[in-house]
């Protein structure tokens, strides 16, 4: 692979990942859905923090790539995309809708190491599928969509005094509202 590309690639990624990181900031998003927030939760940590792991990691492969250290850079790149596949695993698992900021990283990510060293690639797909399949099969409880149109809900359960109450209240109101199943969640 060219000098030129090794280094552009993770300089666009780099972009991508700041600019995603200033609208972030902002409360702007790439991406509205849970995805990110839920792979923050499974790593204790704020997702704003991948955003920052993102950028370094795209500085050392540019870094990298400079010295001339091609080999580190394969191995770089191929942490980073088992790192991502993590992530992009566990919003797969957990939450029926995937971050399509994640999916961009994801996909320059996979681009980098294939100009980097396609027998490497090609030797790395097995990893990501048992990554994939090892998230799939795990017993980790799953997301499920409960809020299926507008309007009211209320989590409660049938023997909380405090949820009967407020169930008659908004009954004696006229109030609609669905009642989800505080079990259920």
């Known amino acids: 692979m060219s000098r030129k590309l090794k280094i552009t690639l993770p300089l666009l990624l780099g972009l991508y990942i700041v600019t995603e990181t200033v609208l972030k900031i902002n409360?702007?998003?790439?991406?509205?859905?849970?995805?990110?927030?839920?792979?923050?939760d499974l790593l204790k940590f704020n997702s704003l923090y991948l955003n920052y792991l993102g950028v370094v990691g795209a500085l050392v492969l540019v870094v990298l790539a400079v010295v001339k250290a091609d080999t580190l850079y394969t191995i770089t790149a191929a942490a980073m995309v088992a790192f991502e596949s993590l992530l992009i695993a566990s919003q797969l698992n957990l939450n029926p809708e995937l971050c399509k900021f994640c999916l961009g990283v994801y996909s320059f990510l996979l681009i980098i190491l294939f100009i980097a060293n396609r027998r490497i690639f090609v030797?790395?797909?097995?990893?990501?599928?048992?990554?994939?399949?090892a998230f799939s099969i795990l017993s980790i409880p799953k997301n499920k969509n409960l809020i299926a149109k507008d309007g009211l809900y209320l989590i409660a359960s049938k023997s909380?005094?405090?949820?009967?109450k407020t169930k008659e209240f908004l009954d004696s109101k006229d109030i609609n509202y669905t009642t989800l199943d505080a079990g259920d969640i």
């Open 27 to 40: 409360n702007i998003e790439l991406c509205s859905s849970t995805g990110c927030a839920l792979a923050g």
């Open 160 to 164: 909380c005094p405090h949820c009967i």
């Open 123 to 133: 030797s790395f797909i097995p990893v990501v599928i048992a990554i994939f399949v």
